[in-house]
């Protein structure tokens, strides 16, 4: 599903990149990009992203 290229359902009008790039800026982000499905129904997307503390610019 993450692959480039791939497309799952009937339509093709797109790529097939979306969710590779999606993942690609979550991971490099630290976080994680995971799909469940729900049969009969869809797909649920859940993007998880760590939290960091903000610091005070130096240039200030």
């Known amino acids: ?6 497309q799952g359902g009937t339509d093709r009008s797109g790529l097939g990149l979306g969710l590779t790039i999606a993942r690609q800026f979550v991971v490099e982000n630290g976080g994680r ?10 797909c649920v997307f859940t993007i998880t992203l760590p939290r960091y503390e903000c610091l ?3 240039n200030r």
Do not use: I
């Open 56 to 58: 005070p610019s130096l």
């Open 1 to 6: 599903m993450f692959q480039p290229f791939e």
């Open 33 to 42: 990009l995971s799909v469940r499905d729900l049969p009969d129904v869809g």
